[in-house]
């Protein structure tokens, strides 16, 4: 689903495509291609508008109808991870965030933030109509805890589906404003091996040689 929109000022003609139905691009992303003032203001308010229907259907499930603070920040990351904005995901995390994935048996090891959105900025590609249903939220003193499903369609049009137990531990600043200082992801093992072998024969198939999975851990994170 697009939304089309055409500028006309001073006989020039600008045309900008934003895509809310798979991933809604950051507006850096926008912004960085138009110097002008007025074209990057019109672009901003295209680009807010865009995001914001795409968030409504970005998380679904069990939300609160007046969420914490700190429950706000855990559903701000998942939405901006469904929606692929690393400049937001950027914007959640203390300078010395760490992400871990459990168990242990997966031999992957904690990311601190920079890596972490280098990772994600490569396997956010490999889906489109990534949404997440939120089962269950727990909120403690300081953490968060996840119960969530997602589902996508891969970059081979394979439907994707994990299930996921997310600890959000969290930090206040003197202003009062909560960030994430790391978080513990549990995931479906035993899927996610199956779906990148599945994956993989699939690229096969199509006359590729392409190892989600490898690339997916050497930049940081996990299928």
Partial sequence: MRLIFSLEKLGKSLHVSLAYGTFCPSYES?????R???????????YHFAKTIHMSSAIRGAIPENPSSK????????TAVALGDIHKLASLFTDDFVHSVYP??????SRNKQQWLEYNKVALTFF??????????VEGRRTVVLHTTSSAVSSTGALYNNEYVIFVHLTEDANGVYR????????DTLYSAEFSA????????????FNLREIAVNNGGYL
């Fill in 198 to 209: 599945e994956e993989k024969k699939r690229y096969e198939s199509m006359g590729k040689k």
């Fill in 71 to 78: 429950i706000q920040v855990a559903l701000d990351w998942l």
């Fill in 128 to 137: 489109k109509d990534y949404t997440t249903e939120v089962k269950e939220i």
């Fill in 180 to 187: 994430i200082m790391s978080i513990k992801e549990f995931i």
């Fill in 36 to 46: 002008e003032p007025a074209y990057s203001s019109v672009i901003q308010h295209i």
């Fill in 104 to 109: 242990p048996t997966l031999n992957l090891p």
């Fill in 30 to 34: 926008y912004i960085g291609l138009f």
